[in-house]
């Protein structure tokens, strides 16, 4: 990990904790242990990766830091969600998370739903305040990506195809498409809201949504390898469950060695399409070539 990355992370990581810290205050009330478990799954840990995506990508632009840190706090809000809702018992029925309980387990899981709930509602409420961007046109557009790629044709639909993957047989295509849709759309969001905030037209991201997609598909192979040959104290959750389930993964279609020179080829792609930046793209860089060295 290079310094400057180093630096960004920790930088984001805690900016991150404050933001939720100021946005989660735990009420005198009957909604106590709700706000509890939203912190609880919210503060501390993680990797932030899609956090500091939106600053990377915010600063090629000059996007102002406060405006950076909302639309980066309502991506993270819907990546939490999705992690508490994921490790439910109906769904991946995990009992770790971030090297700690999972929320149904350090509460209970109508508490973790809620918890899931509201944090996926407070990311639109977040982007939808003025703080987030003077020109609402600009947060509608916020708004409307974040939607699409946490709903149907995003996260959420790749989810639905991972639990259907326990019941029937995955080809290649079908394994990229899920992973495209249910880790990749979130990171394409992130990249896409540093964009969106720094004013760009659409026609001028056709670079940094080639970036995203690599990425995101080299970070899904990563986790994969992870997954196989990751340490689970480092991890903070447990591995090998999906050999353990029967789901195809990149592993099981390609094999690990190629598998991992796939991964290689997707981030030396993903830089690539950042030719047209100079240094100031350097933290991008960073990241799409931290994607196959983290251990977590």
Known sequence: MTPLLAAALGDVGEEMDRQFDRLLPVPDDARASLYQAMRHASIGGGKRLRPLLVFATGRLFGVDRRCMA???LAIEAIHVYSLIHDDLPAMDDDDMRRGKPTVHKAFDEATAILAGDCLHDLA???????DTHADPFVRVELIADLARAAGPAGMGGGQMMDLKA???TFDLPTVTRLQAMKTGALISASVEAGAILGRVPVEGRTGLRGYARDIGLAFQIADDLLDVEGDEEAAGKKLRKDGEAGKETFLSLLGIDRAREQARLLVD???????A????????????RYVLERDR
Request: charged share 30%.
């Open 277 to 288: 930046h100079g240094p100031e793209a350097d933290l991008l860089r960073d990241i799409a």
């Open 124 to 130: 639109f409420d977040v982007l939808a305040h003025e």
């Open 70 to 72: 909302r639309a980066a």
């Open 269 to 275: 792609q993903a830089i690539a399409h950042l030719h």
């Open 166 to 168: 326990e019941e029937t």
